[in-house]
């Protein structure tokens, strides 16, 4: 059973940053491809980024694009997420998710496992 558990959110003011991690338990790590969501309180979960492990290659939302950066380092079996010039539309909690051969990083239905999600909060 792969799990997954987030770290590194926060409250931060407009404009700051925050660096998430996620934690895979599994050797299969390297085989996933990853992605990030994020849902703001009565909102729909949203995609953030996704990465693909064959070829290392992201995929951004508009929304986030040009501020968020995501990696990965499959020897520590994490994904980061560095986050920079937060809004407070930013504000939500964010969960990381894994699972092989995901051919639509933007669709949370295709990943069959998830973390259990960190709060950002970013103040005006």
């Known amino acids: 059973q792969v799990q997954l558990v987030e770290s590194g959110g926060g409250l931060v003011q407009t404009g700051g940053s925050l660096r998430l991690s996620c934690v895979a338990s599994?050797?299969?790590?390297?085989?996933?491809?990853m992605g990030w969501f994020r849902q703001a309180p009565g909102q729909e979960r949203e995609f953030v980024v996704g990465?693909?492990?064959?070829?290392?290659?992201?995929f951004y939302a508009n929304a986030v694009k040009g501020r968020f950066s995501i990696s990965r380092d499959n020897a520590r079996n994490t994904v980061n997420l560095q986050m920079n010039s937060l809004k407070p539309e930013d504000t939500a909690v964010y969960s990381c998710?894994?699972?092989?051969?995901?051919?639509?990083?933007?669709?949370?239905?295709?990943?069959?496992?998830w973390g259990q999600g960190t709060q950002v909060t970013v103040s005006s």
């Open positions: 998710s894994g699972g092989h051969g995901i051919e639509a990083l933007d669709r949370p239905n295709r990943y069959p496992y």
């Open positions: 599994g050797r299969i790590f390297r085989n996933f491809d």
């Open positions: 990465i693909r492990w064959s070829d290392n290659s992201p």
